[in-house]
C-alpha cells in the first residue's frame, strides 16, 4: 500500500473528521510576516524553487505575541533548552534547534455567533543539523496557554492509528483527556508533493535554504497529549542513517524495513526503535506536565536523544 500517513502528527489531527477542526483558516508566517500579505510580502523565492511555490493566503494580520499565549518563536532563529511556545517555555531536546516554519490556525468563523470555536492554534517545526547533516525534526502544535477550548478536542489521529510501529495509549476520551504516544516513521520525499500540505512544502523550502537534504526515511516518537482544554501535539524524528542505520528507500510503506511486520527481519532497525521507545516514554513524561506547568525540569536522560 502507498505510504499516504507521511503527514506530521500534528496535520493528521487536522484531518481526523471533526468539522471544528477541519474549518479552518490559517496564516503561514515566514520571516516574521504572513505570506501573501500584501503589506508584508514574503521574500522572493530562488527560480530553482518555483516547483514549491504556493497559492497566495488570503490577506490576513499577523497576530500579535499575546494573541498566541505571549512570546512566541522567530523564524530563522536558534534554540538551545527550550523554545517559547504557546505561552510556555517548551523544553527542546539536546542541540541547537531553527525555527523554519511557523503556522497559525484559526477556527472558521460560525453563522451563528452564539456557536463556540476552537481558539487559535500555533504550528512549528525546527531542525537540529551537525556538520551539514540533519539530524532532528521536531513539529508542534497546541493551543496558546490562557486561551482554552470551550468544546474540548477531537481524538488525535495518532491515539487511534493502526498503521505505526508502535503505539501506546494511556488515555483516549474525546473531548477529554488524551495521552498517546506511538513511534512511526516519515517518508521525506512526499514533503514535495503537490498535493502535500502548505505546512510540509514550507518545511522542505526551508530546509532548502538551509542546503540540508532530509534523509529518505526519519524515525521519531510522537506525543499527543491533551486535556479538555488545552492541546499538545510533539513529534521528534530523528535521522537513522546518521546513527549508522543502512538506509531504506522503499517507496510503499509495506515494503519498508521499518513496517512493524518487517521489522523483526532487521535487528539494527528494530534495537534503534527499542532505543527510541524507551527515550520516547521520558520525554512523554516531561510533555504530559506542560500542560499545566511551564517550567518542568528536564531529567538529563530524556533531554539526550537516541
Known amino acids: 500500500m502507498p505510504c499516504r500517513r507521511f503527514v506530521l502528527a500534528a496535520l493528521l489531527a487536522l484531518a481526523s473528521g471533526d468539522p471544528a477542526a477541519a474549518q479552518t483558516n490559517t496564516v503561514v508566517i515566514l520571516n516574521g ?3 501573501g500579505n500584501a503589506a508584508h510580502p514574503p521574500p522572493p523565492a530562488p527560480a530553482t524553487q518555483a516547483a514549491l511555490q504556493h497559492p497566495p493566503l488570503p490577506t ?18 536558534h534554540y538551545r533548552g ?12 539536546d542541540g541547537d534547534w531553527i525555527l523554519l516554519v511557523r503556522e497559525v490556525v484559526y477556527a472558521r468563523p460560525q453563522p ?33 496557554d490562557g486561551k482554552p477550548s470551550p468544546i474540548g478536542w477531537p481524538l488525535d489521529a495518532i491515539c487511534g492509528s493502526d498503521t505505526v510501529i508502535r503505539s501506546d495509549v494511556r488515555k483516549a476520551d474525546p473531548r477529554g483527556d488524551q495521552d498517546c504516544m506511538a513511534v512511526n516513521f516519515i517518508n ?31 524515525v521519531g516518537v510522537v506525543i499527543a ?13 530523528l535521522n537513522p542513517d546518521a546513527a549508522g542505520i543502512t538506509p531504506d528507500h522503499a517507496v510503499q510503506r509495506a515494503r519498508s524495513d521499518w513496517a512493524s511486520f518487517n521489522l523483526p527481519h532487521d535487528p539494527a532497525k528494530l534495537a534503534y526503535v527499542e532505543k527510541l521507545e524507551a527515550w520516547g516514554r521520558r520525554w512523554r513524561d516531561v510533555m504530559r506536565q506542560q500542560l499545566s506547568n511551564d517550567r518542568v525540569p528536564v531529567p538529563a536522560d530524556a533531554a539526550v536523544t537516541p
Do not use: C, W
Open 225 to 237: 497529549e491533551a486535556d479538555p482544554t488545552h492541546l499538545l501535539t510533539v513529534s521528534v524524528f
Open 188 to 218: 521525506t520525499t512526499r514533503f514535495r508533493d503537490a498535493g502535500a500540505p502548505r505546512f510540509l512544502r514550507s518545511l522542505a523550502a526551508g530546509l532548502d535554504g538551509l542546503n540540508l537534504l532530509p534523509p529518505a526515511i526519519m
Open 60 to 77: 490576513s494580520p499577523a497576530p500579535s505575541d499575546a494573541e498566541m499565549g505571549g512570546r512566541v518563536p522567530k523564524i530563522g532563529h
Open 33 to 35: 510576516a504572513p505570506a
Open 82 to 93: 527550550s523554545v517559547p511556545y504557546l505561552g510556555r517555555d517548551l523544553p527542546l531536546p
Open 112 to 144: 451563528d455567533p452564539t456557536k463556540p470555536v476552537q481558539p487559535p492554534r500555533d504550528h512549528i517545526a525546527l531542525v537540529r543539523r551537525d556538520n551539514g547533516v540533519l539530524t532532528g525534526l521536531i513539529e508542534a502544535f497546541g493551543n496558546p
